[in-house]
């Protein structure tokens, strides 16, 4: 097996040995060729300035382009339907100006249950900026189920379906194909939050027909705190001068950029969504993780990454008389890397210990731990010290 782990530097506990990190889904770990991805764009903004934007090693007016052929292989995507650019929520509202396009009859936006604040925030807003009332117009669904009943019954009223991949609480990861397709039935236009599925599942955006995504690439994808997020459009949408955007100059065709012409000519496919010139340092740090995945590949991240979180369970499993339990999905099919466990009692005074006990993991309110061990750099060791501690820290 290909040893990833030494390719990371895993935080230090107060005694100077490695920490149990189990928090990659909430910030990935720092892979170790990061420095000299970002030293060799700090070298060229040094000895060369403003010339850099066409003079460095890597020019950075074309420099997020090295990120596309990878990021497309990550999602399952073809080339011209990926960019990095903002953060995720940004991508999301920019997304949503777009392919949120309510009209009287059609203008419910529907999202899974308990999604993370930052996307119930979204779409109230969005809703509310085209006058709806959130209460009326935001649906929350369970699942995939609840999801096609809904649509059979109101599917006329809705003009978004917005899922996540994997729900950031309990780890549930949904069916995309199936929700892209009951989606398009209805008429509906479907976009998902990648949030906790990049890096993490085996995507095929592309196949799987959706018309938007958004992603961070903090968590699985190891790109740094408030790294640079990921988009996704789908080709069908490449050549739509007709949909509404929000522009800005980076998303002008490259070629007649730099003329500052007034009139907005959108680069072919999802770089015409682009608004400012990128950060090229933070792209330099994804860049780093991206040749890591790419060089591991999704299927051999999946395949490792089923094997260890199956691990997890099982050995969870032996200590079930501590009165915990598992909330994620035990379909391996239906999860990503993330286990949650409902705690009994305050989790924060579990998590407490567990973090005086080296293990870095989080909680979420009311009782839920989470812990995901990232099949690039966790080992059976690791979940076994993990087991370990937890037991006590239940005791
Ligand atoms: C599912 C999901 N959506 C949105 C966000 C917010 O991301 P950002 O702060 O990068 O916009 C997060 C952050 O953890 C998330 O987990």
């Not at 899922?163 to 397709?181: K, L, P």
């Not at 190891?222 to 459009?233: E, H, L, M, R, S």
């Amino acid at each position: 097996m290909p040893d990833y782990r030494d390719r990371f530097h895993i935080p230090r506990a107060a005694d100077g040995g490695e920490c149990v990190y189990l928090c990659t889904q909430s910030l990935g770990l720092q892979p170790k060729s990061v420095r000299a991805y970002i030293e060799q764009e700090l070298k060229d903004w040094e000895l060369l300035g403003v010339e850099g934007h066409f003079r460095a090693r890597h020019p950075w007016v074309e420099y997020n382009k090295l990120l596309t052929e990878q990021t497309a292989r990550l999602v399952g995507a073809q080339p011209v339907e990926v960019v990095a650019m903002n953060t995720l929520t940004v991508n999301l509202h920019l997304m949503m100006v777009s392919f949120y396009r309510p009209t009287a009859r059609r203008h419910r936006i529907v999202i899974e249950e308990h999604a993370f604040p930052s996307d119930q925030y979204a779409v109230q807003s969005q809703a509310r900026f085209h006058g709806y009332d959130p209460a009326e117009a935001v649906v929350e669904v369970a699942g995939e189920d609840e999801l096609e009943e809904f649509l059979d019954r109101e599917g006329e009223s809705v003009a978004l379906v917005l899922m996540g991949g994997v729900n950031y609480s309990s780890g549930r990861a949904f069916d995309m194909a199936r929700v892209t397709q009951m989606g398009h039935a209805h008429g509906c236009v479907v976009g998902f939050d990648l949030a906790h599925a990049a890096g993490n599942l085996v995507l095929k955006l592309h196949a799987w027909d959706a018309d938007f995504a958004v992603w961070c690439t903090y968590k699985y994808l190891n790109g740094g705190p408030g790294g640079i997020a990921g988009c996704f459009v789908h080709q069908r949408h490449a050549r739509d001068e007709g949909l509404p955007r929000f522009a800005g100059w980076w998303g002008h065709e490259l070629e007649t950029r730099f003329r500052m012409g007034p009139d907005f000519v959108p680069s072919r496919g999802a770089e015409g969504w682009q608004v400012s010139n990128p950060p090229v340092v933070a792209l330099a740090a994804l860049r780093a993780s991206m040749d890591l995945f790419d060089e591991a590949g999704m299927e051999w991240v999946r395949a490792r990454s089923l094997e260890l979180t199956g691990y997890l369970e099982s050995q969870l499993g032996r200590h079930t008389g501590c009165g915990f339990s598992i909330v994620t999905p035990r379909d391996p099919e239906r999860r990503g890397a993330q286990l949650s466990i409902r705690v009994p009692g305050p989790v924060r005074a579990v998590w407490e210990r567990l973090a005086a006990a080296s293990v870095v993991c989080d909680w979420r309110e009311p009782d839920i731990l989470r812990v995901a061990p990232a099949p690039l750099y966790n080992t059976v060791e690791d979940v076994d010290r993990f087991v370990n501690r937890f037991v006590a820290a239940l005791r």
